[in-house]
């Protein structure tokens, strides 16, 4: 990531659909998030959410942060938001620096168009459930759910596969909390 000419840092990001902050139902500090009219094209809408510790590191809290561009691997995003102080995101193995809508993954990772191989693993599903669902309603939903891809996707879907709803984190609760890459 470049903030000033020249200068290339080292900065953890995760793409998000652009419903992520809304299913979460968090507020920007600053600005605002992203939502679904900035996710509708590939590479239309270059705009990035910091985190409030990288905000307080790289640009040392400036207010004005909103509308400054920084560039993500060489291409041109700009500010709008800024995150809560307690919000890192969902990925808890790394704690995240910055969000950019899903859309803009060419932009993010060139040459990399996983979002278009259906046998990719590098999106993480998160939802929340209905009042009033229950978690087992909600796992029988998803298990009919995969049971109709394996049947239209019968090479890359096992027809075995089966949800198990659990907080985010890795490995189940083996490890809940993020490892902040950039202290």
């Known amino acids: 990531m470049s903030v000033q000419p020249r200068e290339n840092i080292r900065a953890w990001g995760y793409e998000a659909t652009g419903n992520y902050f809304e299913t979460l139902g968090i507020e920007p500090l600053l600005g605002r998030f992203f939502g679904p009219q900035d996710d509708d094209k590939p590479g239309a809408h270059p705009v990035v959410v910091i985190s409030h510790r990288f905000?307080?590191?790289?640009?040392?809290?400036?207010?004005?942060?909103?509308?400054?561009?920084i560039k993500i691997n060489g291409y041109?995003?700009?500010?709008i938001?800024?995150?809560?102080?307690?919000?890192?995101g969902t990925e808890l193995i790394v704690?995240?620096?910055?969000?950019?809508?899903?859309?803009?993954?060419?932009?993010?990772?060139?040459?990399?168009?996983w979002t278009?191989?259906?046998?990719?693993?590098?999106?993480?599903?998160?939802?929340?459930r209905k009042p009033g669902v229950t978690r087992a309603?909600?796992?029988a939903n998803l298990d009919q759910i995969a049971s109709q891809l394996a049947r239209t996707y019968p090479n890359?879907?096992?027809?075995k596969e089966k949800f198990q709803l659990s907080p985010p984190g890795l490995i189940g609760?083996?490890?809940r909390g993020p490892v902040d890459m950039n202290p």
């Open 116 to 128: 278009k191989w259906r046998t990719s693993q590098n999106a993480w599903v998160l939802g929340r």
């Open 81 to 88: 938001g800024v995150a809560q102080p307690a919000f890192s």
């Open 137 to 139: 309603q909600a796992e």
């Open 95 to 113: 704690a995240a620096d910055y969000w950019v809508p899903m859309s803009m993954n060419l932009e993010v990772q060139p040459g990399s168009d």
């Open 55 to 69: 905000w307080q590191n790289r640009f040392a809290g400036d207010a004005g942060i909103v509308g400054r561009p």
């Open 173 to 175: 609760q083996a490890l």
């Open 76 to 79: 041109p995003f700009t500010v």
């Open 156 to 159: 890359q879907v096992s027809p």
